[in-house]
């Protein structure tokens, strides 16, 4: 099996790791936009984010004549299943908070949705791993790192709410023909996100909708009528508790899986072999995956938040932005591979700066999506600040790692 045995290795797959997490979100949200089906996106999602896992274990996982190798654990499941058990729950709380937070984009925008829950995790996660890991990350560094993460989600909150005040001030301009039919009591960042020529389809990228120019009220109504997801009327105080749970689930996951590798509880028996990562990564996205599926094809037939009721067979002939979803389970699943086996070489607690992702979707939303467009001075100052004070903080948790022997 092949091992990250270096710091600089590690930080590698951090910053590879860093990308695919930041770029999945953008393109789910993109999909949710356009009116396709979050069950649908979310299915499609799951099935390559699994693929993901598999191509890791079955290369990476077997490289070499090392042992224990991915293939020969899966043989020891009577020896080793304490650590499979605690593999597999973070993946079920992985799993349900990346469901949830296919809703809060929904609600409360990309960008604060993922500041709020990345923020979530790397104060109660990387503190967790930090414990775990036996302090191998350096404290004097570390723990100024999350507090960075701390004052970038201050920011992020201020962006939000500077932002969805201009949002609200543009609508109030509109003539009262052109309004959504119901009332829009908040403006979610996410709303505003497409390109100035109006939105091209994600599989033949030459249908437009309209000629609207990105933050413009009239762009704001014609997303709210296409979405899957109506915001418009709905309490910011939904898409809050639902960002809330979701960082709470990503902020067990990590430590779970550090866990199911070290066995810092000592839940095996003397001499059994703790699990590589190839091998606790593999259960972690099987029962991910178990989960996911089970949630969302009840969602088909009991659609939660006012979405609309679909069937296997609606699901199995959308293909409309079915190669986007694939797409994004893949990022997703490549990029918690490698957070991983960073995190095995250096401490995860260091490897919680991925959590920086919102840095990545920001960027994504600003040049690919125009968000922010036409926005305010203020909010303008306030993005910078942000995006300078995630860089800080992933830097800063980049140099606390350590060295695990």
Request: glycine share 8%; aromatic share 12%.
């Amino acid at each position: 099996m092949y091992m990250v045995e270096s710091k600089a290795g590690a930080i590698v797959c951090m910053l590879f790791s860093l990308f695919f997490l930041g770029t999945w979100p953008a393109i789910m949200t993109l999909l949710e936009r356009r009116g396709r089906p979050p069950q649908h996106t979310y299915l499609d999602y799951t099935m390559t984010n699994l693929l993901a896992a598999i191509i890791i274990a079955f290369t990476l996982g077997e490289f070499g004549d090392a042992r224990p190798n991915f293939v020969y654990q899966l043989t020891e499941l009577k020896d080793n299943w304490p650590s499979v058990l605690f593999a597999m729950a973070g993946g079920v709380v992985l799993s349900i908070g990346n469901l949830a937070t296919q809703y809060a984009w929904a609600f409360v925008g990309l960008s604060v949705t993922e500041v709020i829950s990345s923020s979530i995790t790397v104060v109660i996660g990387s503190t967790f791993n930090y414990f775990l890991d036996d302090k191998i990350n350096k404290a004097e560094i570390l723990f100024p790192g999350i507090a960075c993460f701390l004052v970038a989600v201050g920011l992020g909150s201020a962006v939000h709410s500077s932002n969805a005040a201009d949002n609200k001030a543009k609508l109030n301009n509109l003539p009262s023909d052109s309004k959504p039919g119901t009332r829009a009591t908040f403006i979610p960042t996410s709303c505003e996100t497409l390109p100035e020529n109006g939105i091209k389809d994600p599989e033949v990228g030459n249908d437009t909708v309209g000629k609207l120019k990105a933050g413009t009220a009239g762009f704001l109504v014609e997303i709210e009528n296409r979405r899957s997801i109506k915001v418009f009327g709905k309490s910011i105080l939904i898409g809050l508790a639902i960002t809330f749970f979701a960082g709470v689930c990503f902020s067990l996951f990590s430590p779970a899986f550090n866990l199911a590798t070290n066995d810092q509880w000592h839940a095996l028996k003397k001499g059994v072999p703790h699990l590589i990562v190839y091998t606790a990564f593999f259960y972690f996205s099987v029962s991910g995956f178990v989960i996911a599926l089970i949630l969302n094809i009840r969602f088909l037939f009991s659609p939660i938040l006012d979405t609309h009721r679909s069937s296997f067979k609606a699901y199995l002939n959308d293909w409309n932005g079915r190669g986007w979803a694939l797409l994004a389970g893949l990022l997703c699943g490549f990029g918690n591979g490698l957070q991983f086996m960073g995190g095995q070489a250096a401490g995860y607690a260091a490897a919680d700066a991925v959590q920086a992702l919102p840095l990545v979707s920001t960027f994504w939303g600003i040049l690919l999506f125009g968000e922010y467009r036409k926005s305010s001075r203020r909010t303008y100052i306030l993005l910078v600040s942000m995006l300078s004070m995630f860089i800080v903080a992933v830097a800063v948790l980049m140099a606390s790692a350590g060295h695990r022997k």
